[in-house]
């Protein structure tokens, strides 16, 4: 059983949003495609209250990208985004959403972050999608989205950790780089740890034969 995550697909994470991604609205036709190739698909939603401690204005003093210690973790501070139930936080508009099996929300709890879409940044609480996808047959996953060196990385990480064999598609995902060469650093890191880094073009090829 094949499963395909599509990661914070959501408009805050597009150009135009509050943490915009460069060309993260790119990767929605690609996301479309791929979409029915796969058994069982799930979508990650960042989701945070409006307190979270990841975002700047909630420190006095603090801006994007200062990093402060939350709750024992280093925690690099991003403009408020995601909020839940804001349109930032909905997904992306012409994301194919009749074809997703199921919705991840993280990021709930105010005083911790959560890359991964399956466990929360101290590797604490698990939200629920690694049990999902081992009750369903899960062997392979596959992760897509925004942004590559964050979310989609970790995901990918403790998708490997879990015994998942774990892919990533690499035109179907994007980056923020905050610094530049953090997109490729962050496929150095999946690679170096099982991750198997392809293109979407040979998972169509794949599953035309
Ligand atoms: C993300 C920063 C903060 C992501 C989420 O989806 O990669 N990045 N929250
Ligand atoms: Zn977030």
């Known amino acids: 059983m094949k499963a395909l995550i ?39 939603q960042d989701w945070h209250p409006r307190d979270h401690g990841s975002f700047a204005a909630n420190h006095s003093g603090k801006k994007p990208g200062d990093v402060v210690e939350l709750n024992g973790l280093q925690q690099i501070l991003w403009p408020a985004h995601c909020v839940q139930g804001s349109p930032g936080a909905a997904f992306r508009k012409g ?75 690499e035109d179907a995902c994007r980056g923020v780089e905050l610094r530049p060469g953090d997109v490729g650093k962050a496929k150095r890191q999946m690679r170096s740890r099982g991750v198997t880094v392809i293109a979407s073009e040979s998972i169509l090829e794949e599953s035309m034969r």
Request: with cysteine.
């Open 6 to 44: 599509l990661v914070d697909i959501q408009n805050d994470f597009c150009p135009g949003g509050a943490l915009p991604v460069p060309e993260g609205d790119k990767i929605v036709p690609v996301v479309n495609e791929l979409m029915p190739h796969f058994d069982l698909v799930v979508a990650t």
């Open 95 to 169: 994301l194919d959403l009749s074809r997703v099996d199921k919705i991840v929300q993280k990021g709930t709890d105010p005083g911790v972050d959560s890359y991964s879409g399956f466990f929360d940044n101290g590797g604490r609480k698990a939200t629920g999608l690694g049990d999902y996808l081992k009750e369903r047959g899960v062997s392979d996953v596959y992760v897509c989205g925004l942004a590559t060196d964050y979310c989609v990385k970790f995901t990918a990480l403790d998708a490997v950790k879990l015994g998942f064999r774990t892919w990533v598609v």
